[in-house]
């Protein structure tokens, strides 16, 4: 059974997001970077673009 283009790249998406939400999930929980791509694999810059993200959303908020 031969799958579609538009199939294969449903499921590329799909891997992609659910790689982005257990990066995610190991930078809440306090896992190191380099711990995450051992566990994950792929690249540096995918978990750094993604750990700061999660960085600037756990600051707390300054009102003045």
Do not use: F, W, Y
Request: aromatic share 0%; no cysteine; net charge positive.
């Amino acid at each position: 059974m031969e799958l579609s283009d538009k199939h294969l790249q449903a499921q590329e998406q799909t891997n992609k997001l659910l790689r982005d939400l257990i990066i995610i999930q190991l930078g809440l929980a306090g896992i190191g970077q380099r711990e995450i791509r051992s566990i994950v694999g792929g690249s540096m810059n995918d978990i750094n673009r993604l750990a700061k993200m999660i960085r600037k959303s756990l600051k707390p908020k300054t009102t003045e």
